[in-house]
């Protein structure tokens, strides 16, 4: 017994080190490049603030062109992430990023509705693979039981995109006019350069595999490798799909639906967040200021509800409570009207919904698939996923132009929502689920 527990000491021990290692050396990383990838991608929501006047463009123009980068992105989403899985992550995210900061710099050049248009679909294309990409990466250096908590504190950097982006993007318009181009053009270009220079530091940085880590003292490496090698055994023992099944499978079809609707209404959210704050008759920085909050208390959320879906080992309420709660922000923001303090504090609500789910959601694909299916899974699921990043914020410019307010957008937002969270409720709790698993 006194050998038995020794050893599971050691394991314990050896399993903290590693995380530890692991952490500090790849997460710092990948989040300051989801940080830059979230920024270039909804800049042009603060953007729009002086872009609209100045280029004439209607509401359901600028909706559409928000929107039409998730079409670029669905075409080349399921390739990039199986690139990811069977070549090289370290040189396709690098790839990735040289292209998007290329796009995202266009962007401050544009003049027409087509160009617009086409520059957010080739933006789209060049972004295509890396969320879904990073997922399926982070399950080469993370082990199941430790997912969840890693996808929670990446994609953190959803909302501290916003905490930065906002409040740079306000800063930007107002006080950089250099060369004489508008502000809202800097916006595009001194926030498309990082992108670039990250593109070339990752094909430096990032390790493809655990067993390639030099960094990683030689004990460590060994274990990570092993326990990720009988992760993968295990669950090819369980249910060994390939590719093909993978995309056949009940959970993947409802994951995917799921992630349609809850898409549908963050980036309705996102997008338009800064026009229905500026309705209420505040300056353009005021609203970069004030958007700051929603995303904060976003960033709490997350980062709890990721470290308890860890700690009960529970993915579906976890995950369907939040976008409940969502749901119910977006009914009180239909509410409010024009009061500033009730629409931010029902944004904050929204956030908070919109952002806490995500971590126990993408942990549920790699506990039931593994390998190149998963890999596939996930890029079907963000891809198919994020087209209702096209839905969302084209029904709210659509609707605003027809109706003259948000609010009919907004309750296609909400009962996105609401349809999510039903779906979610949906799936079936398997083995790991009932004993505390995904």
């Known amino acids: 017994m006194m050998a038995v527990s020794a050893e599971n000491t050691v394991q314990l021990s050896m399993g903290e080190r590693v995380r530890r290692h692991v952490s500090l050396h790849v997460m710092p990383y990948l989040f300051l490049l989801y940080i830059i990838a979230f920024i270039d991608r909804v800049n042009v929501g603060f953007a729009k603030l002086r872009m609209k006047e100045d280029?004439?463009?209607?509401?359901?123009?600028?909706?559409?062109?928000?929107?039409?980068?998730?079409?670029?992105?669905?075409?080349?989403?399921?390739?990039?992430?199986?690139?990811?899985?069977?070549?090289?992550?370290?040189?396709?995210?690098?790839?990735?990023m040289l292209t998007w900061g290329i796009f995202a710099i266009w962007m401050g050049f544009v003049t027409t509705e087509w160009e617009f248009y086409s520059v957010r679909f080739l933006l789209g294309l060049a972004e295509a693979g890396f969320f879904p990409g990073i997922i399926v990466y982070m399950s080469h250096w993370y082990r199941y039981e430790d997912r969840a908590k890693a996808v929670a504190l990446f994609m953190s950097a959803l909302p501290v995109s916003q905490l930065i982006g906002a409040p740079l993007s306000g800063l930007i318009m107002e006080r950089v006019h250099w060369n004489g181009w508008a502000g809202w053009q800097w916006v595009f270009i001194l926030e498309g350069i990082p992108a670039i220079i990250l593109g070339v530091i990752t094909i430096f940085y990032?390790?493809?595999?655990?067993?390639?880590?030099?960094?990683?003292?030689?004990?460590?490496?060994?274990?990570?490798?092993?326990?990720?090698?009988?992760?993968?055994?295990?669950?090819?023992?369980?249910?060994?799909?390939?590719?093909?099944?993978?995309?056949?499978?009940?959970?993947?079809?409802?994951?995917?639906?799921?992630?349609?609707?809850?898409?549908?209404?963050?980036?309705?959210?996102?997008?338009?967040?800064?026009?229905?704050?500026?309705?209420?008759?505040?300056?353009?920085?005021?609203?970069?200021?004030?958007?700051?909050?929603?995303?904060?208390?976003?960033?709490?959320?997350?980062?709890l509800v990721g470290w308890d879906s860890d700690k009960t080992g529970e993915r579906r309420l976890h995950t369907a409570l939040p976008i409940f709660v969502a749901c119910l922000g977006f009914v009180f923001a239909i509410a409010s009207g024009h009061n500033l303090a009730l629409i931010v504090a029902s944004f904050c609500v929204v956030s908070i919904g919109a952002h806490s789910y995500l971590p126990s959601f993408w942990a549920m694909p790699t506990a039931f698939l593994t390998e190149s299916a998963a890999a596939a899974a996930i890029g079907l699921i963000n891809s198919v996923g994020n087209l209702g990043g096209f839905v969302g914020p084209f029904a709210l410019g659509y609707l605003k132009d027809k109706t003259g307010a948000h609010s009919a957008g907004m309750a296609v937002?909400?009962?996105?929502?609401?349809?999510?969270?039903?779906?979610?409720?949906?799936?079936?709790?398997?083995?790991?689920?009932?004993?505390?698993?995904?």
């Open 55 to 96: 280029l004439a463009f209607s509401e359901t123009v600028f909706g559409f062109g928000a929107g039409i980068f998730f079409i670029g992105y669905f075409l080349l989403e399921i390739p990039g992430t199986l690139i990811v899985e069977r070549w090289s992550a370290r040189k396709w995210i690098a790839r990735i």
């Open 206 to 303: 990032l390790t493809d595999r655990p067993h390639q880590a030099k960094w990683l003292p030689e004990d460590e490496r060994k274990w990570l490798t092993e326990e990720l090698e009988r992760e993968r055994q295990e669950k090819k023992k369980a249910r060994p799909l390939g590719i093909w099944q993978a995309f056949h499978q009940r959970e993947v079809v409802l994951l995917l639906s799921i992630y349609f609707l809850a898409v549908n209404a963050y980036y309705g959210f996102t997008f338009w967040l800064p026009s229905i704050l500026k309705e209420s008759g505040v300056s353009n920085l005021t609203v970069t200021s004030i958007s700051v909050i929603p995303f904060s208390l976003g960033l709490i959320a997350m980062l």
């Open 413 to 438: 937002l909400a009962a996105s929502m609401l349809g999510a969270g039903l779906l979610v409720l949906a799936i079936k709790p398997g083995k790991k689920q009932a004993n505390g698993g995904a």
